[in-house]
């Protein structure tokens, strides 16, 4: 199993970023795809998932309204649409999927918001 994530960067307070997934050696299509971060000095949290069928998805409060998750199963990606981003937001953003009960990271991409 590999995970890429790329798209973070520096961004302005209000600003977006889109976020990308690139998955590999599983059957992306047939597992929910998780999005997670972690801000200097806290924990590792849990921001979105998106489940296999598209259809349903999940969002923490303080990112609902904000962010969108997505994911196309013909290019094996999943994406975190990133709006009205604020300071709080700036974290290490990482990939995650649970695959035969094992839990599998990419390295993770930087988004930092500020002026």
């Known amino acids: 199993v590999q995970l890429v994530e790329s798209g973070g960067g520096l961004v302005q307070p209000g600003g977006s970023l889109r976020l990308s997934c690139a998955a590999s050696?599983?059957?992306?299509?047939?597992?929910?795809m998780n999005w997670f971060r972690q801000a200097p000095g806290k924990e590792r949290e849990l921001v979105a998932t998106?489940?296999?069928?598209?259809?349903?998805?999940y969002y923490i409060p303080s990112v609902k309204g904000r962010f969108t998750v997505s994911r196309d199963n013909a290019q094996n990606t999943v994406f975190l649409q990133m709006n009205s981003l604020k300071p709080e937001d700036t974290a290490v953003y990482y990939c995650?999927?649970?695959?035969?009960?094992?839990?599998?990271w990419g390295r993770g991409t930087q988004v930092t918001v500020s002026s």
């Open positions: 995650n999927v649970i695959f035969r009960a094992s839990d599998y």
């Open positions: 050696g599983f059957t992306f299509s047939s597992y929910s």
């Open positions: 998106i489940n296999r069928s598209y259809g349903d998805t």
